[in-house]
């Protein structure tokens, strides 16, 4: 951080622009769509859902996302890749289910989805996720970089999930998970 003095009676202007561009990502959960994607060589922003089967429907994509970037002659590092998933950790499996299942079940009902419960078990039974403790929401992070995914974009506030649960969430995610994931 930089910080400059000027005299009071200095009329100077500063115009401070951006020091780097703002980053562009395209989504697309089609395989063919994310090829695409990396022949633009743009980033990629994909989402996890109920209807994902496994990690290797993300896998799917990047894999294509990754051939597109090579048929379009750009280097495999010229775009990233960003997945948004639900989340919602909490300091047991158990205190996560209790909270963030019902408020899933009533964004599922808002959404026309006709068995958010449902949903919720898989995604929570598959890792296509962020629901549990923090070991589970280390493992399934640990697991998205092992896939090549550069960014994880956290969807927490749902279903109208109480304010001070999305608080001790995010106290959660950031005293137990985030330095579990430091590198260095």
Not at 47 to 68: C, F, I, M, P, Q
Not at 122 to 147: F, K, N, S, Y
Request: aromatic share 4%; glycine share 8%; with cysteine.
């Amino acid at each position: 951080m930089h910080t400059w003095s000027l005299p009071a009676d200095d009329t100077t202007t500063l115009n401070v622009r951006p020091t780097r561009p703002v980053p562009l990502f395209v989504a697309s959960n089609r395989p063919e769509g994310a090829r695409e994607v990396g022949r633009q060589a743009l980033s990629l922003l994909t989402l996890l859902s109920a209807s994902a089967e496994s990690l290797a429907v993300l896998e799917s994509r990047l894999r294509e996302h990754r051939r597109g970037l090579e048929e379009g002659g750009h280097a495999p590092d010229s775009a990233e890749v960003a997945v948004a998933l639900f989340a919602h950790v909490a300091e047991s499996a158990e205190q996560a289910r209790a909270v963030a299942r019902p408020s899933f079940v009533k964004f599922a009902d808002a959404h026309g989805v006709p068995d958010g419960a449902s949903d919720y078990d898989t995604m929570e039974e598959r890792g296509t996720a962020l629901l549990g403790d923090p070991d589970r929401a280390i493992e399934t992070l640990h697991e998205l970089a092992a896939l090549g995914v550069d960014e994880a974009i956290l969807w927490m506030s749902f279903g109208g999930l109480p304010v001070d649960e999305l608080a001790r969430s995010f106290a959660c995610l950031e005293q137990r998970v985030r330095p579990a994931l430091a590198i260095g």
